[in-house]
DNA sequence: GTGAAAGCGCTAACAC
DNA sequence: GTGTTAGCGCTTTCAC
């Protein structure tokens, strides 16, 4: 029925040995022998069966990659990224939803290792210390991709929130705003971290405080976004610091409707980055972060532990560019 | 090393076959050794190879998906939906970019029958006659979500876009409106072809006509969107539909830069139906695609083939709504 | 440069 | 209810 390496090494009338080598592009082999195998190959229309292949040489070119929420435009355009560079290097992708709860993390990380992919590319969110456990103890390789865990141990790719954070605070400070609010979401627990102790650092070098109510942590979601700004608006802010973007319009709508100017009674500004910052008006305001890159580098990064490369730096720190559109003055 | 069926058998002084079954799920074991052989399992924390297993089985439990761009929040959203069906009825999914590109989805097509794939989910998409002769000739099932052939032969989840384009072009006709203008782009044969087909049988039947000056067929972008305005600008027209929220934003933006009131000047309304349309201002108009439904569909469709079952409808149109928001009168 | 043969870890008859 | 055995289709020594 189906045509296997044997029908082949009959037909040609070699051993599978050959074929194998035929196939695997191995320069053992004699042209004549070789175009003789390839014309039977394309003749019969062979295909090699991959499964058969990955449980005798114990590599499937099978990578897994685990995402909060392939829905979420920001991680969408990580995961093409990271897919681009995975066929780039002869890699499938087995892609699965988290929603960035680690029982779901651990189903999937239970199944991609069932499934003996080489490699686990773990992208953005948090990372619960379960997680964090079954990284370090998986049999094979485990990028992430942006986020990392607190004491930065694994190989990961980011860009510095903390530095971009602070560079954007100290603008607005010097432009003599006072009241300061950050909104974030479940989602990542590092931007979380360092974008508000980037903010916190500035406003404390300048006798100003970023008070716990003028924190508000939702879902990143657009509709987020309004109860977001109903939840700050008696603490008055002058600037929002907000992570996700749909969040962020959220916010500018809601403070519109609420009869606020943007930005000049309230400028935002937000840090995913993600095609929606063009496409509102105003324009958002937003840090420039590269994500296709986040996901592409970290693929990279991962074929190198892989194929056991060499690795100069596990902890790879993107740049950024921060651009002020029409929601910040 | 990595421990295996056999050594769990051999704990628990068992043959293979019976651990087998245990991990299986077959009834025919004692409840006794059941219990035995899941402690030494536990024990000495066996994960059973999915690869061995589908060498073995013939059967993978993993799926295909064929997706144009992952990274396109149209796709995405249909990605989620399909994932979360799969997973449902335990499947993986190896899902890959093919921009359309009918080169790229041969070869993907290829790899994914090299891996062994129980069934593949074609996306939205342009049917090329070559994909769709892959498709016809595939050993595994297939099912195209959001598109389908001409012919409409194959196992396909849509809405119906004749209808859902008359009824909206009857709408604006009868508001008296007689400058209509259509947008689309390379990703949806399909939506393209009956869209337009819906427009031009209204429009006929009230003595109008759609010029091909008035039709623009780009990519779907929101820069696109730009384009395709001052490309139809010198029809003046009065109503433009669109396929892409992407491009119908972009048309919206690009109106009012030149001087254009929307709704009241220029009415635009689109067919894809993402979260974005939400996200601007004025609101878009737009038929509201069940978009997670049509690939859980799909993918509800594909297991049915993939175990046999009876399928009562190979071609399942899903209901849609039309929500007349902002951007039209 | 090529072939023979032994697995890879599992499932699926079939026998008992 | 449980064990034995023969593959699944390939890679990979090891000979020659």
Redesign the interface.
């Known amino acids: 029925m189906?045509i296997t390496i044997y029908d082949v090494a009959r037909e040609a009338k070699v051993s599978m040995a050959t074929v194998s080598r035929v196939v695997n592009g191995n320069p053992n082999v004699k042209s004549a022998t070789r175009d003789r195998v390839n014309e039977v190959i394309q003749r019969l229309n062979y295909?090699?069966?991959?499964?058969?292949r990955?449980?005798a040489s114990k590599k499937?070119t099978?990578v897994g990659v685990i995402i909060p929420?392939?829905?979420?435009?920001y991680y969408?355009?990580l995961?093409?990224g990271l897919?681009?560079v995975a066929?780039m290097y002869k890699y499938?992708?087995?892609?699965?939803?988290s929603d960035n709860d680690p029982v779901k993390e651990h189903e999937i990380f239970?199944?991609?290792?069932?499934?003996?992919v080489d490699g686990i590319i773990f992208l953005g969110g948090t990372l619960s210390g379960e997680t964090l456990k079954l990284i370090e103890s998986a049999?094979v390789p485990v990028v992430v991709s942006g986020t990392n865990d607190v004491n930065e141990t694994l190989p990961a790719v980011n860009i510095d929130y903390y530095k971009a954070s602070s560079e954007i605070t100290e603008r607005l400070v010097k432009q003599g705003l006072r009241r300061f609010a950050f909104v974030g979401g479940g989602y990542s627990a590092k931007a979380l971290k360092d974008v508000q102790a980037g903010m916190k650092a500035v406003l404390k070098a300048n006798d100003l405080t970023l008070s716990d109510h003028a924190i508000y942590i939702g879902d990143e979601q657009?509709r987020d976004g309004e109860k977001a700004f109903s939840h700050l608006k008696e603490q008055k802010p002058e600037a929002i610091l907000c992570i996700s973007d749909?969040q962020a319009?959220?916010i500018v709508?809601a403070a519109?409707d609420a009869g606020l100017q943007v930005p000049e009674d309230l400028q935002i500004i937000s840090f995913n980055n993600t095609?929606?910052v063009?496409?509102?008006?105003p324009k958002l305001s937003s840090v420039m972060q590269p994500l296709?890159d986040i996901g592409a580098v970290g693929m990279r990064l991962l074929t190198k532990y892989m194929n056991d490369e060499n690795i100069e730096e596990k902890n790879v720190v993107l740049p950024y560019k921060i651009d002020y559109r029409g929601t910040t003055r």
């Not at 295909?47 to 058969?52: G, S």
């Not at 929420?69 to 435009?73: R, Y």
């Not at 499938?92 to 939803?97: K, M």
């Open positions: 189906t295909r090699p069966n991959a499964v058969a990955g449980l499937t099978t929420d392939i829905s979420n435009i969408s355009e995961a093409r897919e681009d066929k499938q992708t087995i892609i699965s939803n239970n199944n991609l290792l069932s499934k003996q049999p657009y749909e319009i959220g709508h519109q095609r929606l063009q496409m509102v008006r296709y």
